[in-house]
DNA sequence: TCCATAATTTGAACTCAATACAAATTTATA
DNA sequence: TATAAATTTGTATTGAGTTCAAATTATGGA
């Protein structure tokens, strides 16, 4: 937790307890998750706490560059807790979001013809390897 | 035209005057637009077309893998009229989403670490060429 | 401690792309 | 022509995300 406060203030954010739970949440929880399941999780903790503040804190987050917002599934937008560039793959069948591990050439790069890079996105989707299974399974 | 309607029935879709005139828009706009400006254009053509039929149609031509939605923008779908993948840069300033020619080792896979590959996408963000040369003449 | 100011949080209203759905229209088939 | 099937249409609805002013909390000097 300590650790989270520093990384707030090193971004110039102030560490209040509704910021402190929204990126605690973030930290433990890798799976890319949705504002709503963030809500829903700090809300327990902090009753009091409002959709507002989480959209409000995740705009922050996102804009001090400590939290990546994935536009990926296209209803929503999923939350990565960050800084390294990575790949993902995304499920069409349970909706999760996996992190591949991919020797990008592409990473390194801050222009790509004439364009100033300010993110790169790298991503899949299909039937993930625990869906592929079950549907194995049920066909048997 | 013609072509258009060998497309439609080759992919199992009844080439209807509406879907003939929403697939030609995107042969003609390859700049991936929205559903809106889609409408817009259609709608001096066919006057009666209603949104409902162009979200209809768009909705029939992903599911026959004659267009790729992209979920860029993170507000609205972008509509890709093509087949082969390719990587995209979207620029933040002005919001265009230009096509990129790289050569991706990954875009032959079809599985990936046990997942089943169906689409892939690579794209950046940031500050496209136009963006940042307009930017460059204001600062002299 | 008191007070003024700034920063943060809250909740209700609102936006708007996308969807749901039933009625209306058009097309296909007998 | 008559009936059924497919398509289109328009309206209502959804829901993630935003706006914004009021309420609350934090800050800092007198
Ligand atoms: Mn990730
Ligand atoms: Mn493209
Ligand atoms: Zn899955
Ligand atoms: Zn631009």
Excluded: W
Aim: with cysteine; charged share 25%.
């Amino acid at each position: 937790m300590e650790n989270l406060i520093n990384i707030l203030e090193d971004a110039n954010i102030k560490p209040t307890i509704e910021r402190l739970s929204i990126l605690n949440y973030l930290d433990r929880n890798h799976n890319h998750p949705t504002a709503s399941m963030i809500f829903d999780e700090v809300e327990t903790k902090i009753p009091t706490i409002s959709k507002t503040t989480v959209y409000n804190s995740l705009k922050l987050f996102i804009e001090n560059g400590i939290v990546t917002p994935l536009y990926i599934t296209g209803s929503e937008i999923r939350y990565d807790f960050t800084t390294k560039p990575h790949h993902h793959f995304f499920c069409e069948n349970c909706g999760k979001i996996f992190d591949l591990v991919v020797d990008c050439p592409i990473f390194s790069k801050k222009h790509f013809q004439g364009h100033l890079i300010r993110q790169q996105h790298g991503y899949f989707r299909g039937i993930c390897k625990d869906c592929l299974e079950k549907e194995a399974k049920e066909h048997h």
